[in-house]
T-cell receptor
Framework: KAGVTQTPRYLIKTRGQQVTLSCSPI?????VSWYQQTPGQGLQFLFEYFSETQRNKGNFPGRFSGRQFSNSRSEMNVSTLELGDSALYLC??????????????FGPGTRLTVT | DQQVKQNSPSLSVQEGRISILNCDYT??????FLWYKKYPAEGPTFLIS?????DKNEDGRFTVFLNKSAKHLSLHIVPSQPGDSAVYFC?????????????FGKGTLLTVNP
């Protein structure tokens, strides 16, 4: 079974621009979560989607948004990029609600650099 | 407020010896705990988990211990191998309901020396 895939793997953007990142979960997984990893803060939860609905949101500004499609694929968008948005963005999928498993499986991440 | 803490940023052990990685949590509502391993330029890889109804879970060389009264868990790796060198993250969540997210510690860099 293929793992979680994320595109693009690397991205360089300029301050003020916007960016869209894509995630395809493991087949059959309906829960998709997004995390931001920075050296100082570790992995911080952005939001979680299940069946196209955002069920939970972390403590990030409204510039960070996401959505999930009917095939469980997910995108996240960051508008008006700031230098501090430079990070590794990780997507994770889970079988949650389909067997009481809470493990999340991560993709390789998208390295975003804002200049 | 950091609800999951890994107080040791790094740990160095000799190949063949035991590695013990520690994690503390403050939220007593957490009832499911996970450990992940992360290599540079890769996403975290799930290693092992434990529910709060247990105090120990083993999977091969990896054992996780949970002490609920102390709000502490640890990951034991025996024997340690050079390929185990990575950053290890502890994570916690509340099982059930729709408030599903993992809260991570900041990680511990494990170096296993040959």
């Amino acid at each position: 079974k293929a793992g979680v895939t994320q595109t693009p793997r690397y991205l360089i953007k300029t301050r003020g621009q916007q960016v869209t990142l894509s995630c395809s979960p493991i087949s059959g997984h309906r829960s998709v979560s997004w995390y931001q990893q920075t050296p100082g803060q570790g992995l911080q939860f952005l939001f979680e989607y299940f069946s196209e609905t955002q069920r939970n949101k972390g403590n990030f500004p409204g510039r960070f948004s996401g959505r999930q499609f009917s095939n469980s694929r997910s995108e996240m968008n960051v508008s008006t990029l700031e230098l501090g948005d430079s990070a590794l963005y990780l997507c994770a999928s889970s079988l949650l609600a389909q067997g009481n498993t809470y493990e999340q499986y991560f993709g390789p991440g998208t390295r975003l650099t804002v200049t | 407020d950091q609800q999951v803490k890994q107080n040791s940023p790094s740990l160095s052990v000799q190949e063949g010896r035991i590695s013990i990685l520690n994690c503390d949590y403050t939220n007593s509502m957490f009832d499911y705990f996970l450990w992940y391993k992360k290599y540079p330029a890769e996403g975290p890889t799930f290693l092992i988990s434990i529910s709060s109804i247990k105090d120990k879970n083993e999977d091969g060389r990896f054992t996780v211990f949970l002490n609920k009264s102390a709000k502490h868990l640890s990951l034991h790796i025996v024997p340690s191998q050079p390929g185990d060198s990575a950053v290890y993250f502890c994570a916690a969540t509340l099982s059930g309901g729709s408030n599903y997210k993992l809260t991570f510690g900041k990680g511990t860099l494990l170096t296993v020396n040959p």
